[in-house]
Structure formats: C-alpha cells, structure tokens
C-alpha cells in the first residue's frame, strides 16, 4: 500500500472528522500561517522571521508534503511531513493558529498519520521538537511518543532538540 504522504506535493483533501480537514496550501495560506507562527515559539525565541517562515511554509519539496488544516472552513494550522525518513514518516511541522489549540485537532492529526504510516508497512513515525517547548513535549508523550535523543544545535546554535519516536 502506497502512503498517503508519500510524495504528495498537493495533497488531496482529507476529511478527519467533525468539521476537520487538510489538505494543500491555498492562495495566501503560505503569509497568514506566517504571520501567526512568526510570533509564537518556538519561532520568536529561534528569532525565525515571517518572512522566512512564509517562505519555507510556501516552497515545494519533493516528499515533503504540506498540509493546511480547516476547521469547519476556517484555515487552522499547518502540518509539513517528510515521507519516509528511517522507516517512516518525519513530522517536520506542526502549528496550530491562536485559538485553535485544545481543540484536538494535533491529536487526530498525530492518530491519522500513525494511521497511515502502519497502513503503509512504516515500523516509526519521527519527531523533533525544541528542548524548551515543555507544552510540545507533554503533548507528543500523551500521543505515545518517546523522547530517543538529544541533538543539540540543529535549528540553532546554542538550543538542544529532542528526537521523538512512535513505533506503529
């Protein structure tokens, strides 16, 4: 079975249930997700401008597919996720847009894409997230994710990363 993320450049919609979709970015989903994320952290303690974020949020990759979360039809967040790294799916980005957080939408995310990389034969789902962003941590453990490794100075010089794995 070929993976849902698996090379997707323009993701086809996706219906997660209760007014949740996703899909691809749309005209001026690449700004305005910029302009929120840009002014939260991890991205303002990284010093990440909007526009550089606009710009890595808007770019193709080949197997990196970007997914724009609507939440009954409002654009709620972004989700970018590298296809297969180390025997499955790397979850690159996740950001939910102010007033959107606790509303579940990252944990049915998290459930599909464990989901969908089992489905595909992938054995991990991978996740790398700032040492400081205690909320991410708490948040990725309570989906089943575990803390592997600690990379220091990937995004930045002078903060740690933490690896996260799930086995599906």
């Known amino acids: 079975m070929v993976s849902a993320i698996g090379g997707m450049q323009h993701p086809a919609q996706i219906d997660l249930g209760d007014g949740l979709t996703m899909g691809g970015l749309a005209e001026g989903d690449a700004e305005g997700l910029a302009t929120c994320f840009g002014a939260i952290d991890p991205w303002v303690r990284y010093g990440t401008s909007a526009d550089g974020l606009k710009t890595f949020i808007g770019q193709e990759e ?90 220091p100075d990937v995004v930045k010089d002078g903060f740690d990363e933490i690896l996260l794995r799930k086995r599906v």
Request: avoid cysteine; hydrophobic fraction near 50%.
């Open 62 to 151: 080949p197997g990196a597919a970007r997914f724009v979360f609507r939440y009954r039809g409002e654009r709620a967040g972004l989700a970018i996720v590298r296809a297969d790294w180390l025997r499955g799916p790397y979850l690159q980005f996740l950001g939910l847009e102010n007033g959107f957080q606790g509303r579940g939408i990252g944990t049915r995310f998290l459930d599909w894409l464990a989901a969908d990389a089992a489905a595909a034969g992938h054995r991990h789902v991978w996740i790398m997230v700032s040492d400081f962003n205690t909320r991410a941590r708490a948040f990725y453990a309570r989906a089943g994710y575990q803390e592997i490794a600690t990379v």
